[in-house]
């Protein structure tokens, strides 16, 4: 499993795809700050190429390819995404129907609602981390639940994993905006009531999951 590449006839538990996407985290990260610090250099495709090892376009050839695989690694992971069997949860046309993506998307309108109420949030930390790490959350339960790959459980299990590291980052976010009276306790209440639904949800399905993994193959 050198570099964490995907072998098609294997299937990797939940803790292998989770060292894997960790993997494209730190490569889209410094990507992102190369990017930044060579933004306005004359050759910064070349340097970017060179330090993020694609030697092979360092001759001239564009490297846009690889920049779109990248980012769409992590955002969609390389395979498709798992579902659990018929009987721990029925299937969904796609992940904008399912009940927690809904949730975790109506979290993020209403964080929006709130900040375009109380626009100098905008500018505050913890409202930054607390908006940020909502719609990160949402972003990863849709890759988790946008496919239907019965091969790929443990990847499904990774992403809801991140998805609730994202909320759980969220929920410090906002008491952070309470303890300094920036918003209000009814919203808090809110806020909390929004994030709870969201993190029962994800807890319930990595449950599912996991029951079908063991069913599957009998152990974690």
């Known amino acids: 499993m050198s570099g964490y590449e995907h072998e098609p006839d294997r299937v990797w538990d939940e803790y292998e795809w989770e060292r894997f996407l960790q993997q494209q985290d730190h490569k889209t990260e410094k990507y992102m700050e190369l990017l930044e610090k060579y933004l306005d250099h004359p050759q910064r495709d070349q340097i970017i190429a060179r330090e993020m090892g ?4 360092l001759n001239g050839d564009s490297w846009r390819d690889e920049v779109d695989a990248l980012l769409a690694e992590e955002s969609s992971g390389v395979g498709g995404e798992s579902s ?3 009987d721990e949860a029925p ?8 009940a927690l993506y809904r949730a975790a998307f109506a979290l993020t309108v209403w964080i929006d609602q709130l900040f375009d109420e109380q626009p100098a949030l905008q500018n505050e930390p913890a409202a930054v981390k607390l908006a940020t790490h909502s719609a990160l959350a949402s972003a990863k339960l849709a890759a988790a639940l946008s496919d239907d790959d ?3 459980i443990g990847m ?5 994993k991140r998805a609730l590291k994202a909320i759980t980052v969220s929920m410090d976010a906002g008491a952070q905006l309470l303890a300094e009276t920036l ?9 909390q009531h929004r994030l709870f639904e969201v993190r029962d949800g994800i807890i319930t399905l990595m449950g599912q999951y996991r029951g079908e993994w063991l ?3 009998g152990s974690l």
Request: glycine content about 6%; overall charge negative.
């Open 54 to 57: 694609w030697t092979q376009l």
């Open 84 to 86: 659990v069997g018929e």
């Open 91 to 98: 299937p969904v046309d796609g992940f904008e129907d399912h």
């Open 150 to 152: 019965v091969d790929e």
């Open 156 to 160: 499904t299990i990774a992403y809801l």
């Open 183 to 191: 918003i209000t306790p009814r919203q808090h209440e809110v806020l």
């Open 215 to 217: 069913r599957r193959f």
